[in-house]
């Protein structure tokens, strides 16, 4: 009768370690996947914050172009902005680009192409980087897995 008694004990104690391994496992792969979630959102948000500052500066430019007497309404805000923040919106690239699905890194380089030729066009940059910004969002979205605003 002991012996039948222990048995069922150590069957018990190997039960339970086989759930605790297997409920570790789970929750660690839980874990390193929300944490890898949190570093693409953080990664899409760095991308779509430098564009929204080169459509500000290019906004701005448009404006002071068309009415230089509100230069100063705009505060510091100025078209001789946009290389640094090309440099920074190639820098946030090259560093987050391996977070990124294929399509966002695409519209990153094609933005990059496109960009530098109609940088001295004011309105045609601001629209390239307004059209960025929308399909930057949408693919975001998608796959980020997060509800759309539609």
């Given amino acids: 009768m002991p012996e039948h008694w222990m048995a069922q004990a150590v069957f018990g104690a190997a039960i339970g370690l086989v759930t605790a391994l297997i409920s570790v496992r789970i929750a660690l792969h839980r874990f390193y996947?929300?944490?890898?979630?949190?570093?693409?959102?953080?990664?899409?948000?760095?991308l779509i914050e430098v564009l929204s500052e080169m459509d500000i500066v290019l906004t701005v430019a448009k404006a002071k172009e068309r009415n230089p007497q509100i230069a100063d309404a705009f505060g510091s805000h100025s078209v001789d902005e946009m290389p640094a923040l090309m440099i920074r919106f190639r820098q946030v690239h090259a560093f987050c680009g391996l977070l990124m699905s294929k399509a966002m890194n695409q519209l990153a380089q094609d933005l990059s192409k496109a960009l530098p030729a109609s940088a001295l066009d004011f309105e045609a940059a601001r629209r390239t980087v307004s059209e960025a910004i929308i399909r930057a969002n949408e693919i975001a979205r998608k796959d980020l897995r997060l509800p759309s605003l539609t």
């Avoid at 944490?35 to 990664?43: D, F, S």
């Fill in 33 to 46: 996947r929300e944490k890898w979630w949190e570093k693409r959102l953080e990664a899409y948000s760095k």
